[in-house]
């Protein structure tokens, strides 16, 4: 089901046994060939993947706006605050409860992670079941390089501008966590790359999307094996 297409009754219909799957994104930077909206669709597609694979799913809209305070020096980048964001998914999850048996936030952009877990503890304490997943590429490149480019040419080669793709800096990401942290994104990489894109394909695309899929599906069943 895709909730916002959805109808009052198909909702009452599905008796409440439906898992609400609430996609997080962002609007940043992702370098000079990526849209700023590259979270959000990612997380939009991890969504979709898990919904054509699980009966039981209905796919809210997007969050298209996250917390993205790093990114904040590069032109088109639109945020909010951690404790906003937070509050935000809290609200949302409450007006879940009547017609959900949980809901599980599936979140592409690294910055919400804070808020995210902020709002799951939360929901938590109040009685709400709220699942928590984010992606994790093993050997991905932190953002917009390979991972992120190749993961846009599976979704959407339309939006990719390859012609632009540069490499910016391609330190591991655990020793730049301190400066990103304190002086954001741009004195780190001029371009807003985290990593390479060179050899990105919407093959390999295609195969990690599957694994995210795959993998979400893991923790949505494992949470709800009745739902």
């Known amino acids: 089901m895709e909730l916002g297409r959805a109808t ?36 939009s597609a991890v969504a979709h ?10 796919v809210a809209p997007p969050l298209a706006f996250g917390a993205s305070g790093e990114h904040a020096a590069f032109p088109g980048t639109l945020l ?17 409860r009547t017609a ?3 809901v599980a936030l599936v979140s592409a952009h690294g910055g919400n992670a804070e808020a995210v877990e902020a709002a799951r503890a939360r929901c938590a304490l109040e009685g709400d079941d709220v699942l928590a997943w984010s ?41 730049l966590l301190p400066r990103l942290r304190s002086e954001g994104v741009r004195p780190v990489s ?28 893991a923790a949505v069943t494992a949470r709800w094996p009745a739902a």
Do not use: K, Y
């Not at 909010?80 to 879940?96: T, W």
């Open 49 to 58: 993947g898990l919904a054509a694979r699980h009966p039981d799913v209905a």
């Open 190 to 217: 001029s371009n807003g790359v985290l990593g390479d894109p060179t050899g990105a394909s919407a093959e390999e695309g295609r195969v990690i999307l599957d694994a995210l899929v795959a993998d979400a599906l």
């Open 8 to 43: 009052w009754p198909q909702v009452e219909d599905a008796g409440g046994r439906a898992v609400l799957v609430l996609p997080l994104g962002s609007l940043e930077q992702h370098g000079p060939h990526l849209p700023l909206d590259t979270d959000t669709r990612i997380a």
């Open 135 to 175: 992606p994790s590429v093993r050997g991905g490149d932190a953002h917009a390089g390979r991972t992120e480019t190749s993961l846009m040419l599976a979704i959407d080669p339309t939006s990719v501008h390859l012609e632009r793709a540069a490499v910016g800096c391609t330190e591991p990401l655990e020793g």
């Open 80 to 96: 909010v605050r951690h404790d906003v964001l937070a509050e935000f998914v809290v609200e949302l999850v409450r007006s879940s």
């Open 100 to 102: 959900f048996g949980g």
